[in-house]
């Protein structure tokens, strides 16, 4: 069946072949912030980058075995994939192919209509079939799956509770919370959990009542809210998990442009999971801030104050093998793209990565965020110095530093704050 408006106009988001409908202008490259929704299944331009991660974390899942063995076939669903981009993604991007076994979901049947037709139109053409395997309730296996999808319209919430998976998406319009625990639920012993939230103004503070109501949090808006945003939801994701007899071990997890993403390693362990609240606290608003298992003063939480980056996976995610994956090959191009277009397009590959790898050692352990745009005031300069200055400086006294992927210029180190300050007034 032709969904209505189809063929649409074409646009390329990595290598993938992405029909846009009509009402849905040309996006901008690299855009910034959230995206007007135009109509249900509308493809939001800003989240290109968390796709892209996405099909990074999956390839190197499969390449370097944390997930499942050598050879293991790997079950994989995007709970809300409007019009399947991200699957469609995994589908043509992450080497491997014939170990995925791909479940593209949406209760909105045009959305789904529409993302069916675009893989039918743009097929990966390698001759990839399975048959999915029972769910909970059904006495008979589906159909045969062709070119590697699977399409379900239906409830996410159900469809998690009716048939495990070792990889779960979940990118709603808004906030997340309400399906977390069927998500964690279907998670199979050892899964990955992959959330978006766009509900900012609750995580970042701003919202109180909502912050209270959907996490149980409350904020501060400064110059660490989006850094507290990232550990209040990965906070409530540990917690669920652990109410499940499921440890929580962040993967990757920043604030980008306009939405919170984290992505989660969970393994069946009730002795770790009966600790989840280890790594649960606040953050006191101080020169520096730090953390504390008690709130006290001006704060900030509850929240995850561990680690929010796997080291290993984490520091593999260079733009090197972003292009390598990612990147538009010369047959991927549409035929009225220029060379600014393809240019641009590299560019935002690049940018969705930038600093993740050079940061991965330190976000997977203790360190101190620095807001760069206050630390002239808290030095007491002039003139901030630039990153580069001041990396030389931390690692001429032994100390490592490494900018983060943020909205603000932020950096990452393991050097104490007079350190930080004394380095800062020197290099003026």
């Not at 074409?10 to 846009?20: A, C, F, K, P």
């Not at 959230?34 to 290109?48: D, Q, R, S, V």
């Not at 997977?364 to 580069?388: C, E, F, R």
């Amino acid at each position: 069946m032709q969904p209505e408006g189809w063929p649409g106009h074409i646009w390329l988001e990595g290598r993938t072949s992405v029909h846009l409908k009509d009402h849905q202008t040309r996006p901008s490259h690299m855009p910034r912030g959230p995206a007007a929704k135009t109509g249900e299944g509308f493809l939001n331009p800003a989240m290109a980058p968390a796709r892209t991660r996405s099909v990074m974390l999956l390839a190197d899942a499969l390449e370097n075995h944390w997930l499942v063995p050598e050879g293991k076939d790997v079950r994989i669903l995007d709970a809300l994939c409007a019009t399947g981009v991200r699957p469609r993604r995994w589908r043509k991007e992450v080497p491997e192919q014939s170990r995925l076994r791909i479940t593209a979901n949406d209760l909105d049947s045009d959305a789904l209509q529409w993302g069916k037709k675009s893989h039918e139109t743009h097929p990966i053409g390698d001759g990839i079939s399975w048959i999915p395997e029972l769910s909970r309730f059904e006495s008979k296996p589906a159909d045969t799956v062709e070119d590697g999808i699977q399409w379900t319209n239906g409830d996410a919430k159900k469809l998690m509770t009716e048939a495990p998976f070792q990889w779960i998406d979940l990118d709603p319009f808004g906030s997340p919370v309400s399906f977390l625990d069927s998500a964690i639920q279907s998670i199979s012993r050892v899964g990955v959990l992959e959330v978006t939230a766009t509900d900012t103004a609750a995580l970042c503070g701003s919202a109180k009542t909502s912050a209270a109501r959907r996490y149980g949090s409350t904020g501060i808006t400064d110059a660490y809210m989006h850094d507290d945003a990232t550990r209040i939801l990965l906070g409530v994701i540990a917690r669920i998990a652990a109410m499940h007899d499921k440890a929580m071990y962040p993967i990757l997890s920043l604030f980008d442009g306009h939405h919170v993403r984290v992505s989660v390693l969970l393994k069946r362990s009730k002795e770790v999971a009966s600790d989840w609240n280890k790594h649960i606290g606040y953050r006191i608003r101080s020169e520096p801030y730090h953390f504390a298992d008690q709130p006290s003063g001006e704060f900030s939480g509850p929240m995850w104050t561990g680690p929010i980056f796997d080291a290993d996976i984490a520091g593999r995610m260079t733009i090197e093998r972003a292009i390598e994956l990612c990147a538009g090959r010369e047959y991927d191009y549409p035929d009225d793209w220029s060379e600014l277009d393809i240019e641009h397009s590299q560019r935002e590959i690049e940018r969705s990565v930038r600093h993740i790898s050079e940061s991965a050692e330190l976000l997977s352990g203790d360190h101190l965020l620095i807001a760069v745009d206050g630390l002239g005031i808290a030095a007491g300069v002039g003139q901030i110095p630039s990153m580069k200055k001041l990396k030389a400086g931390l690692e001429e006294r032994g100390f490592r530093m490494a900018r983060c992927q943020m909205p603000e210029p932020m950096f990452a180190t393991d050097a104490d704050w007079n350190t930080v300050l004394e380095v800062t007034q020197l290099a003026e």
